[in-house]
């Protein structure tokens, strides 16, 4: 009968099947570094130094960092491929505590899975990703060891609890600027997506680089580009009626995905030499990627740091925006 630490295996496996995978800004084509291995070839590294010397090993640096990027989406895939490469580490064992204690295999290793995400949630801020791994697996084998001699439930947990994939953030903040039109207090939500994208239109083209923006627009009303937004996050019924529902798009689509440290250390203002001695003590406001020498930061991470609401708007909505900004609209 599968257990928690097969579910998990099969998830990931059926996530990444036999394609590359990169570990360092999560997208083989945007990635500096050309060679990726699949994923069983990445699993394997992972393990291996995992065991050996996961604190000085790079690889696993930048899966914990893939991780917390990840999460910051509210998207569990890179947190299961953590779990699914220290899982090994916890099958034997697991396997010699039930049977020296005599109690139920699948309930130590809902335990021992509990406890590991515990650890990675308690380990956010203020632990180097190098340290967090460790922690993991120290804190699974303690608990594995005291359910065994508590022989009893102690630590219940549904086994596909920890599977359940986050619902995306709701996207219900507005840009905070100025708008043409007032949305404060707009209840219904198909006028308050209209506002959210005619404001960002007016943003835009006062900041002017609305030319740009449009030639995206293009690229999406063509076909030639598609938004990254889920289909289940889209308008209501009643504008899908009326607005394509394939042309809505994050307003972070505008921007690269990453930036390099620098820039990033000046939009938060700080010197990059601070940015750097941050990173190494895991005290880095949010999750930094690392690509070979040197280090790629989320725009996505950037700007919920920064406290900048990444919206959903319709192309229709930010043209006509930008029409009302340079008083072409009647």
Same mark, same amino acid.
């Given at each position: 009968m599968a257990d928690v630490f097969d579910q998990i295996e099969w998830n990931v496996r059926k996530i990444f099947g036999g394609e590359p995978v990169c570990v360092?800004?999560?997208?083989?084509?945007?990635?500096?570094?050309?060679?990726?291995?699949?994923?069983?070839?990445?699993?394997?590294?992972?393990?291996r130094v995992g065991v050996q010397s996961a604190p000085s090993s790079r690889l696993w640096e930048s899966l914990i960092t893939m991780g917390r990027l990840s999460d910051l989406d509210g998207d569990c895939t890179w947190r299961l491929v953590i779990l699914d490469c220290i899982i090994p580490s916890f099958r034997s064992l697991s396997a010699r505590v039930s049977r020296d204690f005599r109690v139920d295999r699948e309930?130590? +290793?809902?335990? =021992? *899975?509990?406890? @590991?995400?515990? $650890?990675?949630?308690d380990t956010t801020m203020g632990v180097?990703?190098?340290?967090? +791994?460790?922690? =993991? *697996?120290?804190? @699974?084998?303690? $608990?594995?060891?005291?359910?065994?001699?508590a022989t009893s439930s102690e630590y219940p947990m549904d086994d596909t609890g920890v599977l359940s994939w986050p619902e995306l953030p709701a996207q219900s903040s507005t840009l905070k600027a100025s708008s043409i039109i007032d949305a404060n207090d707009i209840r219904d939500a198909d006028v308050a997506e209209q506002i959210r994208g005619e404001r960002a239109g007016a943003l835009l083209q006062r900041w002017g680089c609305f030319d740009a923006v449009r030639s995206f627009h293009d690229e999406i009303r063509t076909g030639r580009r598609s938004g990254s937004v889920n289909q289940a996050v889209k308008s209501s019924r009643l504008r899908s009626l009326i607005s394509n529902p394939n042309h809505y798009y994050y307003l972070s689509d505008l921007y690269p995905r990453h930036i390099g440290l620098p820039e990033a250390?000046?939009?938060?203002?700080?010197?990059?030499?601070?940015?750097?001695?941050?990173?190494?003590?895991?005290?880095?406001?949010?999750?930094?990627?690392?690509?070979?020498?040197?280090?790629?930061?989320?725009?996505?991470?950037?700007?919920?740091?920064?406290?900048?609401?990444?919206?959903?708007?319709?192309?229709?909505?930010?043209?006509?925006?930008?029409?009302?900004?340079?008083?072409?609209?009647?």
């Open positions: 360092h800004v999560g997208n083989t084509r945007e990635c500096d570094i050309k060679r990726h291995p699949t994923y069983t070839k990445f699993r394997a590294e992972a393990i309930e130590i +290793r809902s335990a =021992m *899975v509990t406890t @590991a995400l515990e $650890v990675w949630a180097a990703p190098r340290h967090v +791994r460790d922690r =993991m *697996v120290k804190a @699974a084998f303690d $608990v594995a060891f005291r359910h065994g001699k250390a000046g939009v938060i203002g700080i010197a990059e030499s601070a940015a750097h001695r941050l990173i190494r003590a895991g005290q880095f406001p949010f999750p930094v990627a690392r690509a070979g020498r040197s280090y790629k930061v989320s725009v996505r991470a950037l700007m919920h740091f920064k406290d900048i609401p990444d919206v959903i708007v319709h192309v229709d909505d930010v043209e006509n925006g930008a029409l009302h900004a340079r008083g072409t609209v009647p």
